[in-house]
DNA sequence: CGCGAGCTTGATCGGAGTCAAGTGTGGTGG
DNA sequence: CCACCACACTTGACTCCGATCAAGCTCGCG
């Protein structure tokens, strides 16, 4: 399960992968690099030099760093997924969110030395990594960096808030809908398209992120396709209705109204008319709404 | 519904509050005892004179900061309990958070310059306001600070992962029992009694929080009573066996076996004992884990 | 070609959402 | 001090969604 097809390729430098195992970096050009990737201004690149970025190349299904590990180093993607995940006694795999380009890795781990959660690649895969101790002295010597990845940071928390949107919704569909939609939105911010895409991941961590079976993942995958807003094809997903299928996400309540009457009797394009405005208005008062403000 | 009783008091720096016991107190000091509170040493007092920390006071239901406000500061609870939540456009309010004594609030408004969540005070509180722009360059004039903000910042990451713990449960008892073991460990980590506290939100707010309706709640810690775990009275709840909690916490599937069952026919303390070893004891194979790495 | 993992589909049943009353409980004002 | 009201909380009944178990199916890969 966990098979290391060639240590020796897990952790390496830039310079190390081109020239060999025990090459030196220049790690110069590696912060420049992460900063650019970050999308900072790279006006202060002075200092860089003993900045110790290097990179670390991983295979699909590798390993970044395990639960409980001692944490040495912060990490940012520069290509390919990750999941990140909790393992329970039992074996049953939490999934705690997916990560991509530039997204960052492993900042829960600063409070308490070691990771609180696992980290895998999804894909063949590749991570900046910075040394947590160099991260704490950062400003000082690079402020650009710095104010990129406290960005980073931020971003790190706001995404996390996503996952419970996408786990606080009732109704199965509606999970999958926003999912999809968080997914998509992550595409146009790589610059790839926001309506056709392929997602990385498996149907059993899909299940264990939005918090259902797998089984019912296939099943809500398949109800959004026969409502029309969906195209699927194995991992490959086309948004065919893109507001339809916000309409759906916004549903707070189990009852998804008429839509899955309606939408299983009829048969595509006028169902998905119906769809739309039946999301969309639900004057429903909202019993479960609390302004208490 | 968002009344400022008080607008003049809303903000306001601890030498505006010179009213206090303490008399007139300048801003160095709120950066001392900000940092106290945070938990690092204060050994870099110098240069905090301008670091503008204001104290802010609000009332039981009152407002920090309203989703898509534009976010001025970063607030340190120095008193009080707060919820982050976020509302859809039907007036169900998300419950992202409860946030305590020295928790850190607001700061996935960097990335975005705005709040995506909305912040209010679940009854009289206090909090510690540091501009943005200055958490920016805060390394520089206060490294301890820094360190410290830093650590609260990895710890709010921590907590959001906690929320995803809570809500991925499937059944209600096992998320309402991590729920308040969460709670309990914040109640220790403040320096509280573990075993006895006083849950500071209502059930609602406890049911957004968990993903469930707030009728399931009610069930839900009625069950935990009946099964001995818990006494509650009102918001006043008593943990009486903390091994079983946290053995039922434990369940990562539906069927909690025949705990529910059997608790439910018989009484107390022999049922704590079955609850205990059926939870802990269930060498089911778990077919949902998927330790595909 | 065959194996295995991932994925889909079907059948069943129990838990939890929903609706609907009730029962406190705290705050306000007469 | 009590009446009153709004709100928080509890309890019951019913229905239905989705977890679970159980086969098949498809795809990729050795």
């Given at each position: 399960m966990h098979e290391h097809h060639e240590p020796n390729t897990s952790v390496r430098t830039l310079r190390a992968v081109a020239c060999g195992p025990k090459g030196v970096t220049p790690d110069g050009d590696h912060a420049a690099d992460l900063i650019r990737l970050l999308g900072a201004s790279e006006t202060e690149l002075h200092g860089l030099d003993n900045m110790s970025v290097t990179v670390r190349r991983l295979r699909s299904g590798e390993i970044l760093y395990h639960e409980g590990a001692v944490a040495h180093s912060l990490y940012v993607v520069r290509a390919g997924t990750f999941k990140s995940f909790s393992t329970a006694e039992d074996g049953y795999e939490q999934v705690l969110g997916f990560s991509g380009r530039s997204d960052l890795l492993g900042f829960d781990a600063v409070c308490m030395g070691q990771h609180p959660t696992a980290c895998a690649a999804l894909e063949d895969a590749s991570v900046y990594a910075v040394p947590v101790s160099k991260f704490m002295t950062l400003d000082r010597q690079s402020p650009s960096?710095?104010?990129?990845?406290?960005?980073?940071?931020?971003?790190?928390?706001?995404?996390?808030?996503?996952?419970?949107?996408?786990?606080?919704?009732?109704?199965?569909?509606?999970?999958?809908?926003?999912?999809?939609?968080?997914?998509?939105?992550?595409?146009?911010?790589?610059?790839?398209?926001?309506?056709?895409?392929?997602?990385?991941?498996?149907?059993?961590?899909?299940?264990?992120?939005?918090?259902?079976?797998?089984?019912?993942?296939?099943?809500?995958?398949?109800?959004?396709?026969?409502?029309?807003?969906?195209?699927?094809?194995?991992?490959?997903?086309?948004?065919?209705?893109?507001?339809?299928?916000?309409?759906?996400?916004?549903?707070?309540?189990?009852?998804?109204?008429?839509?899955?009457?309606?939408?299983?009797?009829?048969?595509s394009e006028t169902v998905v008319n119906s769809v739309f405005s039946a999301a969309v208005s639900r004057p429903r008062p909202a019993a479960e709404a609390s302004a208490q403000g």
């Open positions: 960096m710095h104010r990129a990845m406290t960005m980073a940071v931020s971003r790190t928390l706001r995404q996390r808030s996503d996952l419970v949107d996408v786990m606080a919704a009732v109704a199965a569909e509606v999970r999958m809908a926003r999912f999809i939609l968080q997914w998509s939105n992550r595409m146009r911010e790589c610059g790839q398209s926001a309506l056709r895409f392929r997602l990385r991941m498996c149907r059993r961590d899909i299940a264990s992120h939005l918090g259902v079976a797998h089984e019912t993942v296939s099943r809500s995958l398949n109800a959004l396709v026969r409502w029309g807003l969906l195209s699927v094809a194995n991992r490959e997903v086309a948004i065919l209705n893109f507001d339809g299928l916000r309409a759906l996400a916004r549903n707070t309540r189990r009852h998804v109204d008429e839509i899955s009457g309606a939408a299983a009797a009829g048969s």
